[in-house]
């Protein structure tokens, strides 16, 4: 994150206290005005008022896997640092789907449960509370929402609750933090130690035969890396001289 870029969510400018997560296309906001603690946003990045895809139909497949991924990733680090399993992840696409800004926007709902009667309510409620930077959320219910952060008060705590997430992914070695981990070397430690049963990462399933699949898939995968997907220079001269050899030989045949 750079000092001198400014940031827009539709048309109004992002302090960069509020961004916590962050990739090449997409960041990941503190809500201006949450109807419940924890609610975030997850937006495609824009440097120009209304300069970002309004509407999801707008976006490109690539985007909309990294803003997904981003989505994900935010709500690891939540289930983990929250001790919450239950989400709700929506979106309202397009004005009369009642989106309160015209820029693709994922809002992250943690539920603990008890929030809302009946529990769906909750999409009723984002749809009639304007979560907007200028707008007004006092529908939500009193007991769970947070009033809308404004002013330099408003901010500080914005910032505070900013730094706290980043913290999670700096814990996690996850993007937006500022420590990431290549996905290989996670991918292949996970493996190798067989953290895959238990790990928030689930990047194999459990199984009786699953060691021996780890062993299989972790030794092609070592041998891919480390060859970068080539065949080792031993073999390529041992290839080269058995030609050699065959050419000599086709030769002495035609005398």
Do not use: C
């Not at 409620?125 to 930077?133: H, N, W, Y």
């Not at 939500?140 to 730094?163: F, H, L, T």
């Not at 299989?216 to 080269?240: P, V």
Request: charged share 30%.
């Amino acid at each position: 994150m750079t000092e001198s870029r400014q940031l827009y969510y539709g048309k109004f400018p992002i302090d960069e206290r509020q961004v916590f997560y962050e990739t090449e296309n997409i960041i990941g906001i503190i809500n201006i005005s949450p109807i419940l603690p924890d609610h975030v946003l997850v937006i495609p990045k824009s440097y120009k008022e209304m300069g970002a895809p309004k509407i999801f139909s707008e976006m490109t497949p690539e985007l909309v896997s990294e803003l997904y991924i981003a989505v994900h990733t935010i709500q690891r680090a939540i289930i983990d640092n929250r001790d919450i399993i239950d989400f709700n992840i929506a979106m309202q696409d397009g004005k009369s789907a009642g989106q309160s800004v015209p820029h693709v926007h994922v809002h992250i709902l943690p539920r603990k449960g008890g929030e809302f009667d009946p529990a769906d309510k909750v999409h009723s409620e984002l749809q009639k509370s304007d979560v907007s930077p200028t707008g007004d959320n006092s529908s939500a219910a009193d007991s769970i929402r947070i009033p809308r952060r404004v002013g330099p008060e408003g901010m500080k705590e914005m910032a505070a609750e900013a730094n706290e997430y980043k913290r999670w992914f700096e814990k996690m070695n996850l993007g937006g933090g500022g420590g990431k981990k290549s996905y290989v070397n996670e991918l292949l430690s996970s493996l190798k130690d067989g953290n895959h049963k238990n790990s928030s990462s689930n990047l194999l399933p459990s199984g009786e035969n699953i060691d021996k699949l780890r062993t299989k898939f972790t030794n092609e995968l070592e041998s891919k890396l480390t060859n970068g997907g080539k065949k080792s220079k031993a073999k390529k001269t041992k290839s080269k001289k058995g030609k050699k050899k065959g050419k000599r030989t086709r030769r002495s045949n035609r005398k």
